[in-house]
């Protein structure tokens, strides 16, 4: 059973940082492109960084370019999502996705997703 779980998430300042964890089991993340997404209430989900482990190719988002940083642990089988400057503005709950997607920001690209993780940032 393919299955992504994340972990990581919760209430942080402004200015500091978390790690987001995305634990994947029943494949192998070195064969899918993993994406995270996050969703504010109200906001549509915004594809915010992934990783394609067949070439070694990351995206940002505008939004997180230069502050996140997308990694993967084959070994664990798990990507991680290291955010450091965080601002009130991502405040989201974020989820972690795994596909062979055309489109690395389309979420309708994407094949499996795990149940998320809250991320808050007070300012």
């Known amino acids: 059973e393919v299955q992504l779980v994340e972990s990581g998430g919760g209430l942080v300042q402004a200015g500091g940082t978390l790690r987001l964890s995305c634990a994947a089991s029943?494949?192998?993340?070195?064969?899918?492109?993993i994406g995270w997404f996050r969703q504010a209430p109200g906001k549509e989900r915004e594809g915010v960084s992934c990783?394609?482990?067949?070439?070694?190719?990351?995206y940002y988002s505008d939004s997180v370019k230069g502050r996140f940083t997308i990694s993967s642990d084959n070994a664990k089988n798990t990507v991680y999502l290291q955010m450091n400057s965080l601002k009130p503005e991502d405040t989201a709950f974020y989820y972690c996705?795994?596909?062979?997607?055309?489109?690395?920001?389309?979420?309708?690209?994407?094949?499996?997703w795990g149940q998320g993780t809250q991320v808050t940032v007070s300012s």
């Open positions: 029943g494949f192998t993340v070195d064969d899918y492109v």
């Open positions: 996705a795994a596909g062979w997607p055309l489109d690395y920001t389309n979420s309708g690209d994407y094949a499996y």
């Open positions: 990783i394609s482990n067949t070439d070694g190719g990351t």
